[in-house]
């Protein structure tokens, strides 16, 4: 089996052209202040982006331990000189630096300095991406979704509450985020039900003919039932109805919603290891506490990587202009 830097860096024969990274990029961090203030979410996100180049780094003090939310994306061996830089920017609210860097981007400039920054891999992950119009549709005749309306939406928070083992969502905020429901047009909640009985529910954030897939949530007892899988294609669909040429998912390398969206059609756009640093910190986050940094193959030394839905939150600074290009998917 490989490792995980192993698994990480084979994501590099994959990966897209820049101006396609770049898109990506761009869905990913909406996404991000998007999800703030969702009908499906447990709380009020406080997440913030700020524009440093190309990359941007996203800051969210109400969770600073969580590094889907605090993270610099983006990321380019050009912008390797800004390392210092953005650990004070986290550093500033007590939060540990996460970067994700694209195994394309892993030369031996990036591995040194990343490790004399005290930067070690703590994981990795895979972005998927797809033309959801050239998708052929998929069956699933045991599972029934449906789009979440008004009156379903308490079905679907208890759902996604449960199926992350979190507790159940208190009835005024229910009537909230019903309230929200009803003023959101850039996004779906899909419910899936198995025998009439609600087993998994995702969300889609659509901007700008573009649409990621988010929050997939199946209860314990209703796994390995398909759920996800038609959760997934009617998501898919919907988006090529709204005329959507792409469509992203994010996943941990090797676990089975890389498959799942494999098996749906989506194909691997780049792979990114999360490069984490405590540097300053009294106390960084568990998952930053220790590990013995692995070898690097081909490097010639020893060192050691969702969402919700919402509206918008504004970002700091701009974001790079789009590239005129031709999309591969």
């Avoid at 999800?35 to 406080?46: C, E, I, K, M, T």
């Avoid at 600073?64 to 380019?76: A, Q």
């Avoid at 969206?261 to 220790?290: D, K, M, N, T």
Wanted: hydrophobic share 40%; net charge neutral.
């Amino acid at each position: 089996m490989p490792s995980r830097l192993e698994a990480w860096l084979a994501g590099a024969a994959d990966e897209v052209g820049e101006a396609d990274f770049f898109r990506i990029v761009r869905l990913q961090v909406a996404a991000k202040l998007w999800a703030n203030h969702s009908p499906l979410r447990d709380r009020d996100g406080q997440v913030t982006a700020k524009w440093f180049g190309t990359a941007a780094a996203l800051r969210d003090p109400s969770r600073p331990s969580d590094g889907r939310n605090n993270r610099v994306v983006g990321f380019r061996p050009s912008s390797i000189g800004r390392l210092d830089e953005w650990v004070a920017y986290y550093q500033e609210l007590g939060i540990a630096c996460q970067i994700d860097v694209a195994a394309s981007c892993f030369t031996d400039e990036v591995s040194v300095a990343l490790a004399r920054g005290g930067f070690e891999l703590q994981g990795a992950a895979r972005a998927f991406a797809a033309d959801p119009r050239a998708l052929a549709p998929r069956v699933h005749p045991e599972v029934e979704v449906e789009d979440v309306t008004f009156d379903r939406l308490g079905d679907a928070l208890e759902v996604f509450a449960s199926g992350r083992g979190e507790p159940a969502v208190l009835p005024e905020l229910i009537a909230a985020r019903r309230r929200e429901l009803e003023h959101s047009r850039d996004s779906l909640v899909s419910l899936a039900t198995v025998g009439g009985e609600p087993a998994a529910v995702a969300g889609v954030y659509f901007h700008e003919r573009a649409a990621y897939l988010v929050n997939a949530v199946t209860l314990p007892a209703k796994r390995r039932r398909g759920c996800q899988a038609a959760l997934l294609d009617h998501r898919l669909r919907e988006a090529a109805r709204r005329g959507c040429e792409l469509v992203v998912a994010d996943t941990l390398i090797g676990v089975e919603s890389q498959r799942n969206v494999e098996r749906a059609g989506l194909r691997p756009a780049f792979s990114v290891g999360w490069w984490c640093c405590a540097r300053g910190l009294a106390r960084g986050p568990a998952a930053l506490q220790s590990a013995t940094p692995p070898s690097v193959p081909g490097h010639g030394m020893d060192q050691s990587g969702g969402g919700q839905l919402g509206t918008s939150t504004p970002a700091v600074g701009s974001p790079p202009p789009p590239a005129a290009h031709t999309h591969s998917f």
